[in-house]
């Protein structure tokens, strides 16, 4: 069983920065990727950024250059730096673990955080 426990977010002003970080807990292995995805009202959840377990990184192309995210292997957590918000960041953001390698399993399974809200006042 794998937990995924998110913080950060809150209410920002525009133009203002806030930070996220999930972290991972249970009989992980390893991790393939780690991601941030957000998701609206009526909106499908779109992919914000995420970084493989090798460092490369991808991002969308609407926070390019504004949101940087990491992550920290030992301690199975990713991290989003969010600078220059603007409104239309509003979202509930949610961390993905994908690929999650169980120790003493031969699988690969993907886990969701619980969703954190991100509102960006104009």
């Known amino acids: 069983q794998v937990q995924l426990v998110e913080s950060g977010g809150g209410l920002v002003q525009a133009g203002g920065s806030l930070s996220l970080s999930c972290a991972a807990s249970?009989?992980?292995?390893?991790?393939?990727?780690m991601g941030w995805y957000r998701q609206g009202p009526g909106k499908q959840r779109e992919l914000v950024a995420v970084?493989?377990?090798?460092?490369?990184?991808n991002y969308a192309d609407s926070v390019k250059g504004r949101f940087t995210i990491s992550r920290d292997n030992a301690k199975n957590t990713v991290y989003l730096q969010m600078n220059s918000l603007k409104p239309e960041d509003t979202d509930v953001y949610y961390c993905n673990m994908g690929g999650v390698r169980l120790l003493r399993d031969g699988g690969r399974y993907d886990y969701w955080g619980q969703g954190t809200q991100v509102t960006v006042s104009s």
């Open positions: 249970g009989r992980i292995f390893s991790i393939d990727a």
């Open positions: 970084v493989t377990d090798s460092g490369g990184t």
